[in-house]
């Protein structure tokens, strides 16, 4: 029933764009707030962003200014605009249900070069 699935990750060179997203079904999109979080190989989980229901965002030190996340709740979608890249922003990206166990299979990100 409940599915979270990760898409637009890919290869970029640093200082370029991605934008990602994480449509959900199964559950009552608009009641929740969503996070990304992101793990490098070998490094624990971390979290990236978060929004409220109400659109409030909050961010990790290390992307604040150049990623942004939003949510539309018409469409049960949530998204990460990632500027700037930077090579330690590589990690596969998950969304996640906040205090559920609502995961992602995740997305791959990868700056080089």
């Known amino acids: 029933q409940v599915r979270l699935v990760e898409s637009g990750g890919g290869l970029v060179q640093p200082g370029g764009s991605l934008r990602l997203s994480c449509a959900a079904s199964?559950?009552?999109?608009?009641?929740?707030?969503m996070r990304w979080y992101r793990q490098a190989p070998g490094k624990e989980r971390e979290f990236v962003a978060d929004?409220?229901?109400?659109?409030?965002?909050s961010y990790r030190n290390s992307v604040k200014g150049r990623f942004t996340m939003s949510r539309d709740n018409s469409k049960n979608t949530v998204y990460l605009q990632m500027n700037m890249l930077k090579l330690e922003d590589t990690a596969v990206y998950y969304c996640?249900?906040?205090?559920?166990?609502?995961w992602g299979q995740g997305t791959q990100v990868t700056v080089s070069s």
């Open positions: 199964g559950f009552t999109f608009s009641r929740y707030s």
């Open positions: 929004i409220n229901n109400s659109g409030i965002t």
């Open positions: 996640n249900a906040v205090t559920t166990q609502y």
